[in-house]
């Protein structure tokens, strides 16, 4: 319904969610991660229209990595077209923007969709086609923040932040004789999940950055319980609350077979990392450093904020692509990073001023200087 005019009725576009395109005093602008910049000249005052939308699948699998079709989602891209273009058209026809003399020509709009990369769009006649390039061949969306691929980069930061290398049992290798090679090619990696789609999809992400996924079952059947304290060990369950059951359950589990044996575990609770799209539950539920977590709806927020912020401060809609792919994305992620590998809870600041960004990304070789 979103073509139907009736559908937008009594919504309204106020002035007060136009922001403004800050510039600095002078010939030049600083801009975080860019350094400085020369200002356009003659550049008349824009007013910016910020637009956003979720095409992922939901929160449900959020935090997993199989090719979707994009005609099953909640939110069909055709729909998300209607949506842009009747917000922009709400916000023309404003009465208190029209006071002010808002028109197409001074109003900038930035129209940014978090898009999941492995998703699909598929024909009547069977052509299949990735999301991505459906939304770039159509021109849908200006910036487009990749679901899928901060999440692996975290799980990757986390899972290099303390490893150790660890080796399967020599009384348990004919349990599963191809892993005895195993620490000299892909690094053991332990996986819980109830479903069997998301298991598979996210040990095949794994395999390409060289780990391997493995059920908790063939962990504890082919390592020593020490060893499994030492092994990421990862756990997504169909719900934020269920996730933290499960990580505490394993962690009891630890325990009893570590008395049981009379060894001592490092780290004492193991090292469990929650995949959660929401991380409201791990407030209520956990003490510091008992387990870390990768929020997806944490890592979206953050994501949208710094795009924001970019786009006030006068960034190209390419440099922020830049920022949100590739070498750029690492950077950007960086504040993130921080807060996952300190086991912190809280949330991420917002680059209101980018003093977050500054502290924590060196510019001395990656920052780009435009001309």
Not at 101 to 115: E, P, Q, S
Not at 150 to 158: D, E, G, Q, S, T
Not at 200 to 209: A, F, G
Not at 280 to 288: A, F, P, V, Y
Request: hydrophobic residues 40%; glycine residues 4%; negative net charge.
């Amino acid at each position: 319904t979103y073509y139907k005019p009736e559908s937008w009725k009594g919504m309204h576009v106020p002035y007060s969610w136009l922001f403004d395109i800050k510039e600095k005093k002078g010939d030049v602008q600083d801009i975080p991660l860019l350094g400085k910049l020369p200002l356009a000249k003659n550049s008349q005052p824009e007013k910016l229209l910020i637009l956003e939308a979720d095409t992922t699948p939901g929160d449900a699998c959020s935090m997993t990595f199989s090719s979707k079709d994009v005609n099953s989602f909640d939110l069909d891209l055709l729909e998300v077209v209607e949506g842009f273009k009747h917000l922009v058209i709400l916000a023309l026809k404003c009465q208190e923007n029209i006071a002010k003399h808002i028109t197409k020509d001074n109003l900038k709009v930035l129209r940014v969709m978090l898009l999941d990369s492995n998703s699909r769009k598929i024909t009547g006649s069977g052509k299949e086609l990735p999301a991505h390039e459906f939304v770039e061949q159509h021109k849908i969306a200006d910036v487009i923040i990749d679901s899928n691929e901060p999440i692996l980069r975290a799980m990757k930061k986390w899972i290099e932040a303390d490893r150790v290398d660890v080796y399967p049992c020599w009384s348990h290798v004919a349990l599963r004789p191809w892993t005895f090679m195993l620490p000299r090619k892909l690094k053991p990696v332990i996986l819980e999940t109830t479903c069997t789609e998301w298991f598979v999809s996210i040990r095949n992400k794994l395999q390409l950055l060289g780990y391997d996924a493995i059920g908790p079952h063939e962990a504890f059947s082919m390592y020593k319980i020490e060893d499994i304290a030492k092994i990421p060990f990862f756990i997504y369950e169909r719900t934020s609350p269920d996730t933290v059951q499960a990580i505490q359950s394993y962690q009891a589990l630890l325990h009893r077979k570590a008395a049981d044996e009379g060894k001592a575990l490092q780290p004492p609770n193991g090292r469990f990392c929650a995949l959660c799209p929401s991380h409201d539950i791990l407030n209520q539920t956990r003490h510091s450093g008992d387990f870390a977590f990768i929020c997806s709806s944490q890592i979206y927020d953050y994501l949208f904020s710094c795009v924001r912020w970019w786009a006030q401060h006068g960034m190209s809609n390419e440099d922020i692509k830049f920022y949100l792919e590739s070498d750029g994305l690492d950077l950007t992620l960086a504040p993130y990073y921080e807060v996952l590998l300190q086991n912190k809870v809280d949330d991420l600041d917002q680059p209101d001023d980018g003093s977050k960004l500054r502290r924590s990304i060196s510019l001395r070789n990656e920052a780009r200087v435009l001309t």
